[in-house]
Each structure stands twice: as C-alpha cells, then as structure tokens.
C-alpha cells in the first residue's frame, strides 16, 4: 500500500495519464492525499476523502428576514476515486453530497492514453471551460464559486460526453476538445432535435507547465505560473424553448500568473473575461421553467446574455504561524446582462495554509449588489477544507 502520490506524479509527469486526478493534487502543492492500493502489473486504485463545512452570517439572512444569519452547514463531502487496469486504461468514480441533498454521481469518466499527448475520456466530466471550472471550489483562493462563471452543466460543472485532450509541446500547451449532451433537451424544449454541445480550450505556459487536464488557482509557491488560456463553447438550438429557440455560444479568455520572491512570499494574480450569447432568445421565465419541469431534466434553462469578468489578488505570507502561512486575497467580479441591471460582487478574505489544499481555514467578508432594485447582500464565512 502507499500514501503518497509522489511516484505516481513522476511517472505521468512527460504525459499525465488517468491518473490526471493525483497529477491536479500533486502539481496543487500537496504531497499526501488519499490512499492507493496496488493491483496485479501496474494497476491501481486510489481512494480519496474531501470535505468543506462554514460557518455563514448573512445581512437579513435570519428566517425573520431581517436579522443576520447564523448558520453551520456541510457545503461539500466528495469520495474520490481513480485508477488503471493497465498502463494506458484507467477511469475515476467520484461522488459528492452538497449540503443537505443525498450523495450524488459527480464523475464517472473511462480514460485512455491513446499516444503520447493523447487522450481520450468518456462519461461524465468537466467539459473544457474556464479555470475557475477546472479547478472548482477545493482548488479556489477564494472561499465561494465564481458567479460570473456560467457554463451550462447537468451538476456541479459536469456534463454527459467525450473528450480528446493532451499536453504537448513540453508540456506548455493544453488543448481539449470536446461534445456533450448539453442544453435544454427533452420534448418542449429547444433543444428537442438533441443538438449536441461542442466544447474546446486551449491554455499556454510561458514559464513552467501545468501539467494534467485540471487546474488550479494557486500552487503556494510551488511553480512559477504565466498561463493564458481561452474556452468556447457553442449549440445549436441551446436557448429557449420549442418555436422560440436560439443558439447558445460562450467565450472566455483568463490568464494566471504566480511568483514566489526571494523572502518567500508568494504573489498570485488571476483574470478573467467572459462572452455570453443566446441569439437574443430568454432561457429563462416561466414559459422554460415549465417545459422544464415537464421533461425533468437536468441541464434546462438559466443561461443569461451578457459580459462577465473577474479580477483576484493574492499573496502568501512569507514564514510560518504556527502550523500554517496566511494567504489574504482579494477578488471582484462583475456581471452586465444584455438586457437588466448589472451585478457586481467583492470578497476580502485570508486564508491559513496549513497543507496546500489539503488543509486550510478560510475567513471572507463578501458584498454582492445584484442590480436594479435589489438589496446589496453582505456577509461573513468561515470556511474549512480537508482533503485526504
């Protein structure tokens, strides 16, 4: 048995396998996460636990609707697991329960080395979109999701499809390419003709590479970052409903970079610009919730035209406290439908660094003004993570 990913990380490091999972937690600054059991040959299983509960006080948050909020919640339990049959086949078999809904399917993804540079991934997965995206909350700076990051996805980003993806160049250039169930599909819909979703990124490293398919918002210092990268994202017939339908398309630029200076302390930026068009047709409104609710799917709605972007600073304290470093941050983002009011949002924070990801506290005072006539919601999280 062994509880490292260390070895594994260097025999995928020239071309991440499917063991893509371990290289986004190793290259993630952790050394330690999950156990693995050796089979026959050089098969393996990998298992992992990941966790995320806060503490969260909302202005007129309180049932009353007028005081704050006082409330503990267990915002994510994830069980992870990957591993090969072979050298090049393997898969990965996640779950995640949110809150108070039951465990659900987050990944169900067979994997394939076809050559060096090439790989090939069926099932349920992240489709190829922004950073915030790949990387999700567990490899955030920032405490909460993005709001200006709106792809569609059936849960939690994935989406039902195939994938062809690979580093090359060195490892400097990601590509990934990939169709998918998408939007809006059932009879009612706009989608009832079963068009499907074609996604497709490309993200360049200027200093050293971010090797695997996943990505994350900071390596504490363990890699000198400059990556930009870009996403689209386009279906016919992906907005509305049947007789008023509209295409869907989706863009976005977003750049990271990352130092680490001489005293140890580490400097992390991160932008991010998005495009978001429905042909000029609503996704949203009764007449969608409703065609929705007839076919019960899963990906329906919620698509909303209009320019997004985001803006996070952070720096890690050089020297350690205790058993950890201090990271504060700060991130603004900003949403301006095509037509309506626009939303903007603010978040101030410092995260304690115990682990790298695999163990952190996060405290963040956040302001959102969603526009128009609504009132500013402001409110205070503490937030724990743990990843084994």
């Given at each position: 048995?062994?509880?490292?990913?260390?070895?594994?990380?260097?025999?995928?490091?020239?071309?991440?396998?499917?063991?893509?999972?371990?290289?986004?937690?190793?290259?993630?600054?952790?050394?330690?996460?999950?156990?693995?059991?050796?089979?026959?040959?050089?098969?393996?299983?990998?298992?992992?636990?990941?966790?995320?509960?806060?503490?969260?006080?909302?202005?007129?948050?309180?049932?009353?609707?007028?005081?704050?909020?006082?409330?503990?919640?267990?915002?994510?339990?994830?069980?992870?697991?990957?591993?090969?049959?072979?050298?090049?086949?393997?898969?990965?078999?996640?779950?995640?329960?949110?809150?108070?809904?039951?465990?659900?399917l987050l990944d169900v993804v067979a994997q394939?080395?076809?050559?060096?540079?090439?790989?090939?991934?069926?099932?349920?997965?992240?489709?190829?979109?922004?950073?915030?995206?790949?990387?999700?909350p567990y490899f955030a700076n920032v405490w909460?999701?993005?709001?200006?990051?709106?792809?569609?996805?059936?849960?939690?980003?994935?989406?039902d499809g195939a994938l062809l993806w690979g580093?090359?160049?060195?490892?400097?250039?990601?590509?990934?390419?990939?169709?998918?169930?998408?939007?809006?599909?059932?009879?009612?819909?706009?989608?009832?003709?079963?068009?499907?979703?074609?996604?497709?990124?490309?993200?360049?490293?200027?200093?050293?590479?971010?090797?695997?398919?996943?990505?994350?918002?900071?390596?504490?210092?363990?890699?000198?970052?400059?990556?930009?990268?870009?996403?689209?994202?386009?279906?016919?017939?992906?907005?509305?409903?049947?007789?008023?339908?509209?295409?869907?398309?989706?863009?976005?630029?977003?750049?990271?970079?990352?130092?680490?200076?001489?005293?140890?302390?580490?400097?992390?930026?991160?932008?991010?610009?998005?495009?978001?068009?429905?042909?000029?047709?609503?996704?949203?409104?009764?007449?969608?919730?409703?065609?929705?609710?007839?076919?019960?799917?899963?990906?329906?709605?919620?698509?909303?035209?209009?320019?997004?972007?985001?803006?996070?600073?952070?720096?890690?304290?050089?020297?350690?406290?205790?058993?950890?470093?201090?990271?504060?941050?700060?991130?603004?983002?900003?949403?301006?439908?095509?037509?309506?009011?626009?939303?903007?949002?603010?978040?101030?924070?410092?995260?304690?660094?115990?682990?790298?990801?695999?163990?952190?506290?996060?405290?963040?005072?956040?302001?959102?003004?969603?526009?128009?006539?609504?009132?500013?919601?402001?409110?205070?999280?503490?937030?724990?993570?743990?990843?084994?």
């Amino acid at each position: 048995m062994k509880s490292t990913l260390k070895n594994r990380l260097r025999s995928l490091s020239s071309v991440p396998r499917l063991g893509a999972l371990a290289v986004a937690l190793a290259t993630a600054g952790t050394a330690n996460a999950g156990v693995t059991v050796s089979g026959p040959g050089e098969s393996y299983l990998t298992l992992g636990l990941w966790m995320r509960t806060s503490f969260t006080s909302a202005d007129d948050g309180a049932p009353n609707g007028t005081s704050r909020s006082k409330d503990f919640a267990v915002d994510s339990i994830r069980i992870i697991t990957s591993g090969k049959i072979t050298k090049q086949i393997g898969g990965m078999v996640n779950f995640e329960r949110q809150s108070d809904e039951s465990m659900r399917l987050l990944d169900v993804v067979a994997q394939f080395e076809l050559m060096d540079g090439l790989n090939l991934w069926f099932g349920r997965m992240l489709p190829p979109t922004d950073r915030a995206n790949l990387a999700g909350p567990y490899f955030a700076n920032v405490w909460e999701y993005p709001m200006v990051s709106q792809y569609p996805n059936a849960f939690t980003g994935r989406d039902d499809g195939a994938l062809l993806w690979g580093n090359v160049l060195g490892g400097k250039l990601l590509y990934a390419l990939g169709a998918y169930q998408g939007k809006n599909r059932g009879a009612g819909l706009s989608n009832d003709s079963d068009k499907l979703l074609y996604a497709g990124r490309l993200a360049y490293s200027f200093w050293d590479p971010e090797l695997g398919y996943y990505g994350t918002n900071t390596y504490y210092g363990g890699k000198e970052i400059l990556t930009i990268g870009a996403a689209v994202q386009t279906q016919k017939n992906g907005v509305g409903i049947a007789g008023a339908s509209g295409d869907y398309t989706a863009w976005n630029i977003d750049a990271l970079m990352e130092t680490k200076f001489s005293n140890g302390g580490v400097l992390t930026l991160e932008g991010a610009y998005y495009d978001y068009d429905t042909d000029g047709v609503a996704d949203t409104g009764p007449a969608v919730a409703a065609a929705c609710g007839l076919v019960n799917v899963n990906n329906c709605g919620g698509a909303t035209e209009g320019e997004a972007y985001l803006l996070t600073a952070a720096y890690l304290i050089p020297g350690k406290f205790g058993i950890g470093q201090f990271q504060p941050y700060y991130r603004y983002q900003e949403f301006d439908p095509q037509g309506g009011s626009k939303a903007d949002q603010w978040d101030l924070g410092v995260t304690y660094v115990m682990a790298g990801h695999n163990a952190r506290i996060t405290a963040v005072y956040s302001d959102m003004d969603p526009g128009g006539a609504a009132q500013s919601i402001d409110k205070f999280i503490v937030g724990v993570q743990l990843m084994y």
